[in-house]
């Protein structure tokens, strides 16, 4: 019987893949309604992304097939959904994050602020924290953890190296001394007894043997005094750095995770709720765009940075200023430990054309986002393109910046025709060629927003948004701002057995179906459980960045949960603080909008 269950256990996504459409088919079957139909697709879909028994992205292209052979959506409509100016956006941002990655800014930068920061444990934790975030914000959270993890061990294996050879130093100089008083002490005692040179020759050689432990044949220097109290130091630092390690590998994955959702394209959440804004309330007049966002989002990462970091320094740090902040001491470990980001620093040498070009492109591209249409003022698009229509997006510009990576040479062009051994001297490769983008370019994510796109765009056409509105009305009696805490909790324990992509798939058109029915501004609960989604941080199975810090091997699952725990509450706590103030102002959540029914904003 153990046997055959070992059997189901070892096809159980063979068994989940096969039996649960049959389960389900009841639904479509009993009530042959479109809105049955469509939440049969959806129910089916959101059972493979949790059980993951097919692969995230073959789950999203089942719109394809299922919506046209149900009669919901013709084929040809359904995979235009699969293909949206968010889409673009993303796109343009991965290729700028590829083109950062590949002539390793994103290194450089992380380098130079470890060195401003320095290396007292919390400001290092302060540091990594700061600098994980930011790179998370326009590269990969993957790749920001990815890089930063082996940089902040190389430096904490220093600081233990150095406080270890420290520790011996001490230890040896107390041999030495208590050797001076062994020779003086038999020196007097063989006086007293009269004994030659030879009785105190061997004499001395017995009291050492008794009293200092040693090697044999081990030379004078390496002679170890293990007394209690010696390894008692030991075993202390051991813990006190395995403590510290722990901190800091959750400090970089929780950063990085916390940092994506600063900006519109810092992870695919962020930019999968642009998208259902534009598909749900198409006449939302572009509320979601790149300023809008970091606006919003920005404040709200820093606060919860802040949050995080005092968190983690209670619990793996302790608070004693002292020994966390230095407090103006500069010992031998910590210089060494420093020399060794430096030294990293310096292996990097001087700042290429390639890494040039590809600094001036990236900043280039920020500036443009923040200035197409920041709000307050019109921007370059309105002024130059859109005085009509929305032409020019935020899409366009990511395509028009990361399209000159292919276009721009990754050295200064030289007259000279000939190389250094007289041979026909090539032209430069590209800052970035196809060979490296479709090597490290994430496609699995397209059709993963594609298919979230298109089971949206299916519930509004089937119905089914309408009939889950009408069943949500009762929620109108609660307030709004406890509907968003129960929700952001929601999305926050569900993200973490569930990838953050498919959880704000799954979620986001339930969200925008409720505040139609009980009348709120969709972004109140939208924008708050779209950034809860983000908030994995409880199991190393929940992200990426999370299975990359539980690889190092020094951590266990239950630090990992018993920190991630209270982080979970605090990041909620924190982006609902922010929805109800800086939020509401910004974007005028008081107010139920005239779109929010259809309509277009005057």
Not at 336 to 351: F, H, R, T
Not at 473 to 480: D, K, N, Q
Request: charged share 15%; proline share 6%; net charge negative.
């Amino acid at each position: 019987m153990a046997g055959f269950f070992r059997s189901l256990w070892r096809y159980r996504d063979y068994i989940v893949i096969v039996l649960t459409p049959i389960l389900l088919l009841p639904l479509p079957l009993v009530i042959p309604t479109s809105e049955a139909k469509c939440g049969y697709v959806i129910i089916l879909m959101a059972l493979y992304w949790c059980t993951e028994c097919i692969p995230l992205a073959v789950t999203a292209l089942l719109p394809v097939i299922l919506y046209p052979m149900m009669g919901i959506m013709e084929a040809s409509e359904v995979c235009i959904q699969y293909l949206k100016d968010s889409n673009m956006l993303f796109i343009g941002g991965l290729l700028v994050a590829i083109a950062v990655e590949h002539w390793n800014l994103h290194k450089r930068i992380a380098l130079k602020v470890l060195l401003i920061v320095g290396v007292k444990p919390s400001l290092l934790m302060i540091g990594f924290m700061s600098t994980t975030a930011f790179l998370s914000m326009w590269i990969s959270n993957t790749a920001s953890t990815a890089m930063m993890l082996p940089i902040a061990n190389a430096v904490l294996q220093q600081l233990s190296d150095t406080e270890a050879r420290s520790e011996e130093r001490e230890m040896i100089e107390g041999v030495d001394n208590h050797g001076i008083e062994i020779n003086e002490y038999v020196e007097i005692n063989d006086k007293v007894k009269g004994n030659t040179d030879e009785d105190y020759t061997k004499d001395l050689k017995e009291f050492k043997e008794n009293n200092v432990t040693s090697s044999p044949g081990s030379d004078p220097a390496e002679v170890r005094d293990r007394s209690p109290e010696h390894e008692q130091r030991r075993l202390k630092r051991e813990e006190r750095y395995l403590k510290l390690s722990k901190g800091m590998s959750l400090c970089v994955c929780y950063a990085a995770s916390i940092g994506g959702t600063a900006t519109l394209t810092g992870t695919t959440p962020n930019v999968i709720l642009m998208g259902q804004m534009n598909e749900l309330f198409p006449g939302n007049g572009g509320i979601i765009n790149f300023a809008s966002w970091f606006g919003f989002a920005f404040p709200n990462m820093l606060l919860m940075l802040i949050l995080s970091w005092l968190w983690l320094q209670i619990i793996f740090l302790g608070f004693n200023m002292k020994k966390s902040f230095g407090c103006g001491t500069n010992n031998a470990s910590d210089r060494e430990a420093y020399q060794v980001i430096k030294d990293e620093y310096k292996s990097l040498g001087p700042m290429s054309f390639a890494e040039g070009c590809v600094l001036f492109n990236f900043t280039l591209l920020v500036l443009l986002w923040f200035t197409r249409e920041p709000g307050f003022i019109p921007g370059w698009a309105t002024v130059l393109f859109n005085q009509e229509k929305t032409y020019v997006t935020d899409g366009t510009v990511a395509i028009f910046m990361s399209t000159l990576f292919f276009c721009i040479p990754s050295k200064i062009p030289t007259c000279s025709g000939r190389s250094r051994d007289d041979a026909p001297a090539e032209a430069p490769t590209a800052l970035l060629t196809w060979d490296v983008v479709h090597e490290k370019f994430p496609w699995n994510i397209l059709l993963l927003l594609g298919g979230g796109f298109a089971l949206a765009h299916g519930s509004e056409k089937s119905g089914l948004s309408s009939w889950m509105g009408e069943m949500l009305v009762p929620l109108e009696s609660i307030p709004p701002f406890a509907i968003s805490i129960v929700l952001c909790l929601l999305v926050a324990m569900f993200t973490e057995c569930s990838s953050n992509t498919a959880t704000t798939t799954l979620f986001l058109p339930i969200l925008a179906s409720m505040s139609t029915a009980i009348q709120i501004h969709p972004l109140y609960v939208m924008f708050p459980c779209t950034i809860s989604a983000s908030l994995a941080f409880m199991l190393p199975v929940a992200t990426p960045p999370n299975a990359i810090a539980f690889s190092y091997g020094n951590l266990k699952v239950i630090d990992m949960a018993k920190t991630g725990f209270i982080l979970n509450f605090v990041g909620v706590i924190t982006v609902n603080i922010a929805i109800n103030t800086w939020g509401v102002a910004m974007f005028d959540l008081n107010t139920v909008p005239s779109w929010i029914n259809g309509t277009a904003t005057p």
